[in-house]
């Protein structure tokens, strides 16, 4: 019934029997200060009976006026009450051709009573813009009397300073319910909704993160859109927000999802202080790294090439910058993060732990805006507005480094190192009309480093991704997007020319993407959809440089395949408690030519004397397929209504391998795709969780435990050549792999202290008792995978002091990763060899590390040209000497075993900001 603006915080009581308007008045102006403007005539029929304590006025007027015909709306410390319709205590935008300025809010008010347009009887042309609360909204064809059944009203939530959408709102209404339950809903990543209602008069409750709470009046006559407006809410630090319907954790039916938005990543500390998306998913439970400078991450037992990382839907393949130390994401123009760790979507798939989308925002569609930020090591910079205002809007984002003064820094052995990195996002969303908005994201990145020698090294990310999305009707829209992605790195050397070479690696896909969402009721949500990926690999191109190089050129063929996939998802409440989402996912895989492919004699070693024969294909020729169904199911169910317990099961398969002998993504890694030869990987998961809110839904806590089976994951024999290998089927070892753990999770989301504490037990084992391969790893018993880290324990916390300062810590602790030990020495044949432990038996030290950093705002005046910010901070406070590697060397007959630090000493780091 009001917009709650300018309100005070005063709470009264109030205990009326069958009162008049007149003595309710009274009471109420005595009570708030408030002056009460009414037609006594029109009101001298209401008889007001209410007892009420320590409650605002709003909610007085609301409780006073419930199930009548009676209004009102305030405006500064002025409340007008009317009878049928309500006062719309403000002008239109424009009214006196540019915006009224302070002062004119009293001669609004008496032109808003005298203009009928500010009345709630005022009839909407397409989807009206709902941007206050004291009003009624009609929905579809009004007729003189309200029909039976039910009608669909959907729209999209957006920001009304920005007009960006807003994901992940949370719309109910309280007097539609299902069952026990209350109808509701949430938007999608692109601001969208679904509501289908009885027909007649409703009000709808809207929360967002960020956002003001509030609602909507509408009267539901047939199918219809509604957009709504929500404006930004800025809390008191002392408010705790109690809302029932924040409870997302607690009745989605996903397990293992974890979501961040950019607030949240921007308060946990980070080397040289800039915010790293990838980063701080390392938080969350059942996340792992497996090195301090490196951006590549394990999930439940998964390798690092397991994990599917999109931004905006672009495959992003090196995730990282400068030796790790950076991810790839501009933290300027990042929306949210969304780690899928089980209860993949359907829609998802081709990698066997994890996906990661990232989501940029889609830019100010109001005003041009812009931020800038300077580092010790980076600078960066991102600007953004209409193109069309309303209607079309640009973000760019733009990051570099200037780091080699840092590398002069260190020990001579490294000082002659170089290092420099950029990338750049174009995004252009465009609104065609009330149904068809088109998405235009591109994504270019590029990083070149040498390391104390003439070896240079560089890599690529170039992506572009075309998106359509169409709303055929209020229950169903699809999503139609089309994309290239390409990573590519090379190697040079041409210091001596006589031995000058460049080494060229790339990977090229093609996609398409087909996703629609259908709203059968309010008890369905069904999704299907096509996807196909188009693969060309150059597994790498070796070539001499220069007229005096004597290097020969060698060139591993091209490789080709096509993976496609069908699915078809529900997700069904078949109960107030209870609900159930079930899928399938077809997926397949095409082995495409052209290509000479070996066929070895069955039941022996894959060797070179081994190969009975070879079968040529011409290009773009179906070499073998693999077809591949893939089971999806979530339940959950309700115990209360802040406690719930899910379980779920996955299936999924992939079918492009990463070669490589670390284990971290490096720019020398060599992608691979299955083949006559090489089976794609597979694995299913089976999970429970335990899932409680608690003080009000302000603290998440939850409990997962899961097991999960792999099946041909890639291992390689000792001593096996993984770069320009024209077999490499000969040095591939499979593997099967089981992994299993409990997951523990603390989230406080409110109040001067927020942040996530997490705890995760995992392990991950694999097994090769293939007597075809000799020699068997570990005599065909199970052995560690290089990245089982069986404890894992994170903290991040802030505490903010006031509106302007906050301080943030981080603590990490983890067991460390399995490593294989030269543990003897032996005299065979004449000469001396040495004698390896069985693989993975040993560990390296474990890992500890703490962060801190204190950030500084400028003021928070809405009027002033710029706002700035600061951040300062310790990384490593401690001064760990954690192990990032550890190797063996021999002098005079000794073996020496050493472990490399990255970061051995507290890193000082200090960021400016600004925003325009």
Not at 491 to 497: E, M, R, T
Request: neutral net charge; charged residues 20%; hydrophobic residues 35%.
């Amino acid at each position: 019934m009001s917009n709650g603006q300018g309100i005070a915080a005063k709470l009264i009581n109030v205990n009326y029997q069958q009162a008049g308007i007149g003595q309710v008045v009274n009471d109420l102006e005595s009570k708030t200060g408030y002056h009460f403007y009414y037609d006594a005539k029109a009101l001298d029929s209401l008889r007001i009976t209410l007892q009420l304590t320590q409650q605002p006025l709003t909610k007085v007027l609301d409780m006073a006026f419930n199930n009548t015909s009676f209004r009102y709306a305030i405006t500064g410390q002025d409340v007008f009450l009317t009878k049928g319709r309500a006062v719309q205590p403000s002008l239109a935008e424009g009214f006196f051709g540019k915006k009224p300025k302070t002062g004119q809010a009293g001669g609004a008010v008496a032109a808003a009573q005298s203009n009928t347009q500010a009345f709630t009887d005022e009839k909407e042309k397409g989807a009206p813009e709902a941007t206050i609360e004291n009003k009624t909204y009609e929905i579809g064809f009004k007729t003189n009397t309200i029909g039976p059944g039910n009608a669909t009203i959907a729209g999209y939530v957006k920001d009304i300073k920005t007009g960006e959408p807003i994901t992940g709102a949370v719309l109910y209404v309280p007097d539609a319910k299902q069952g026990n339950n209350t109808v509701g809903a949430n938007t999608d990543a692109f601001g969208f909704f679904s509501l289908t209602l009885p027909k007649g008069k409703h009000t709808i409750n809207i929360n967002a993160l960020g956002s003001r709470d509030t609602h909507r009046q509408i009267i539901l006559y047939s199918d219809g859109k509604l957009n709504i407006d929500l404006q930004e809410q800025i809390q008191s630090l002392k408010e705790v927000k109690i809302s029932a319907d924040k409870i997302a954790n607690v009745k989605s039916l996903q397990m293992g999802v974890a979501k961040m938005d950019i607030k949240t990543i921007k308060e946990i500390p980070a080397v040289f202080g800039e915010a790293d998306v990838l980063r701080a998913v390392l938080v969350l439970p059942g996340v792992q790294s497996v090195g301090e400078a490196t951006t590549g991450f394990n999930v439940r037992g998964g390798s690092a090439d397991q994990n599917l990382i999109l931004l905006d839907g672009l495959t992003i393949y090196n995730p990282a910058h400068f030796f790790g130390f950076f991810s790839a994401f501009n933290p300027d123009i990042v929306k949210d993060v969304e780690l899928y760790k089980s209860s993949i979507p359907e829609r998802l798939g081709g990698r066997l732990s994890s996906v990661l989308e990232v989501t940029d925002r889609e830019g100010n569609k109001k005003n041009f805006t812009g931020s800038a930020g300077i580092g010790l090591l980076t600078s960066r910079v991102n600007v953004e507005g209409p193109i069309d205002k309303d209607k079309t809007s640009f973000i760019f984002g733009a990051r570099t480094t200037y780091s080699n003064w840092l590398l002069q820094l260190l020990p001579e052995a490294y000082k002659h190192s170089q290092a420099s990195f950029y990338d750049v996002n174009l995004d252009i969303s465009h609104q065609i009309n009330a149904n068809n908005s088109i998405y235009l994201y591109t994504y270019l990145s590029s990083d070149n480093f040498k390391l104390n020698s003439d070896t240079a090294y560089a890599y690529s990310n170039k992506n572009i991704a075309l998106k359509w999305k169409h709303n055929f009707s209020n229950k169903l829209y699809s999503l139609i997007s089309f994309g290239f992605d390409r990573y590519q790195y090379s190697i040079a050397s041409d210091q001596n020319p006589i031995d000058a070479y460049k080494l060229n690696f790339d990977i090229n896909q093609g996609n398409f993407h087909a996703d629609f969402n259908y709203y059968p009721s309010t008890k369905h949500t069904v999704t299907f959809g096509l996807s196909s990926i188009y693969y060309r690999l150059h597994p790498g191109d070796f070539e001499p440089t220069g007229t005096k190089s004597l290097e020969l050129p060698d060139v591993v063929p091209v490789q080709q395949g096509l993976e496609s996939a069908a699915y078809l998802g529900d997700k069904f409440d078949i109960s107030d408690k209870l609900s159930v989402s079930a899928g399938v996912r077809l997926s397949m895989f095409n082995v495409l030519g052209p290509g000479t492919f070996d066929n070895y004699a069955p039941g022996v070693a894959r060797e070179s004397n081994t190969v009975t024969d070879s079968t040529t294909y011409g290009n773009n020729k179906v070499v073998k397929t693999y077809i591949n169904p893939e089971l999806r199911l979530s339940i959950r169910y309700n115990l209360t209504d802040n406690t719930s317990i899910k379980a779920g099961y996955n299936q999924l398969h992939q079918y492009l391998h990463l070669l490589s002998n670390t284990t971290a993504i490096s720019p020398t890694d060599v992608y691979q795709l299955s083949n006559t030869n090489i089976k794609p990987q597979s694995g299913d998961q089976i999970s429970l969780g335990l899932y409680k809110n608690l003080e009000s839904n302000t603290i998440e806590t939850s409990v997962e435990v899961y097991y999960k089976r792999i099946r041909n994951y890639l291992d390689y024999r000792s001593g096996a050549n993984l770069e320009l290998n024209q077999h490499i089927e000969q040095d591939i070892i499979n593997t099967d792999g089981k992994a299993y753990g409990l997951e523990l999770m603390l989230r406080k989301t409110a109040g001067k202290l927020t942040g996530i504490m997490s705890y995760t037990y995992s392990r991950t084992f694999l097994q090769q008792n293939d007597p075809t391969v000799l020699p068997v790893v570990n005599g065909g018993a199970w052995y560690p995978a290089n990245y089982d880290k069986p404890h894992d324990f994170n903290l991040t916390g802030s505490y903010h002091i006031s509106h302007r300062y906050s301080f943030s810590m981080n603590l990490v602790y983890s067991t460390g990763r399995p490593i294989t030990l030269p543990i003897a020495k032996y005299y065979y044949d004449g000469s001396e060899r040495v004698y390896y432990s069985d693989r993975n038996q040993y560990r390296i030290p474990d890992y500890f590390r703490s962060d801190v950093s204190i950030n500084i705002e400028g003021n928070h005046k809405v009027h002033q040209l710029t706002h700035n910010s600061w951040t300062i901070g310790v990384y490593n406070l401690t001064g760990q000497k954690n192990a990032y590697s550890t190797y063996f060397s021999e002098q005079g007959g000794v073996i020496s075993g050493y472990k490399l630090s990255i970061f051995a000493a507290p890193i000082p780091f200090v960021n400016y900001n600004i925003r325009f």
